[in-house]
């Protein structure tokens, strides 16, 4: 039984830390770096440097590059660290410190037995009121994590389904998907500051021939390149939120079994749709935006991605 269970927990932890997380670190490395050398391109194919100097605009894109990402990086790592605390205040969590009632001793165990097979530090857990089935997990550190649950979810699950979320919501802590998240969406605020600053440089110098300090075309382009590039961007994060929610699955599935899983996301599908915080959003169970503006993909899909086992 030990041996089995030694070999699970191994299998289970090569898959949270093996290829695809290699594969992410690589594409995202490479992602950065082929940005860069497509503006690289773009600046000589087309002359643009020197387009730039006639206009009186000598660009370091390396010095505009830099200044974007310590603007584009820092609210989302102010966001990360502070996330534990925005999700307690913004949601109402009531912690369990000290089990007091059958139903905290069983959710704080199940917690604890999901979190060692796991091989994660015991995370914080508790309990929020709202009538929609929900649950989420965030924290800056996947050893420094908090596991919340709703009234809801624990009225109208069964301890199984119950026990699936919670391992769904180990899973995204076991991933990193907190942090990765937050990375991505430092990323491309940074590159939509970068452009933005380019692309108001050029409408008020080239465009509007303003030859003194920065004219009211350079923020009024800028702030329009922001708010166009800054949906693209919303695009490209939503995207990543949905794909880590079929891993998360398939995590949970490995941690609490597949009929479990998929019990659970049949049983969410039936639940009414009182939406979390917008702040907390991306990080519940499920989602209620549809389309490419959801957080979550659609319940049917993930259910038929886990009976197929795309992800496992």
């Given amino acids: 039984m ?14 949270l830390f093996g290829e695809r997380d290699l594969m992410r670190i690589i594409l995202f490395i490479l992602a950065n770096l082929g940005i860069m050398v497509m503006v690289s391109l773009i600046f000589s194919l087309f002359d643009l440097d020197q387009l730039f100097l006639n206009n009186g ?13 310590v603007m584009g990086m820092a609210g989302s790592v102010i966001s990360l660290f502070s996330s534990k ?16 009632t059958e139903n905290e001793y069983w959710l704080y165990h199940t917690v604890e037995k999901l ?14 009121n709202n009538s929609s089935p929900n649950a989420f997990a ?13 009234t809801g979810l624990l009225d109208n ?3 199984s389904e119950v026990e699936a979320v919670l391992a769904h919501e180990i899973s995204h802590i076991a991933n990193g998907d907190m942090v990765t998240l937050a990375l991505v969406q430092g990323v491309v605020n940074t590159f939509v500051i970068f452009f933005a600053k380019i692309i ?32 693209i961007a919303s695009l490209i994060t939503l995207w990543f939120s949905r794909w880590r929610e079929y891993y998360a699955d398939a995590g949970a599935a490995k941690l609490s079994g597949t009929a479990n899983m998929i019990a659970a996301l ?5 639940g009414n749709s009182e939406p979390l915080a917008d702040d907390m959003a991306a990080f519940g169970i499920s989602g209620y935006v549809s389309g490419l503006f959801s957080t979550h993909p659609p319940l049917e899909d993930r259910i038929k991605a886990l009976e197929e086992e795309k992800f496992l």
Avoid: H
């Fill in 2 to 15: 030990y041996e089995y269970r030694c070999y699970y927990t191994c299998k289970y932890n090569l898959y």
């Fill in 57 to 69: 605009i000598n660009l370091n894109l390396n010095a505009l590059l830099i200044m974007s990402a």
């Fill in 85 to 100: 605390w925005m999700a307690k205040r913004s949601m109402g969590v009531q912690l369990i410190v000290t089990p007091e």
């Fill in 115 to 128: 979190a060692e097979m796991a091989q994660l530090d015991m995370p914080e857990v508790g309990y929020f």
């Fill in 138 to 150: 965030t924290g800056w550190n996947k050893n420094a994590a908090l596991v919340a649950v709703s």
């Fill in 157 to 159: 699950m069964t301890q």
């Fill in 200 to 231: 108001g440089y050029f409408v008020d110098r080239v465009i509007l021939k303003n030859k003194r300090g920065f004219g009211a075309g350079y923020y009024m382009s800028y702030m329009a390149a922001q708010m166009v590039l800054g949906i």
């Fill in 266 to 270: 049949k049983r969410l599908q039936t």
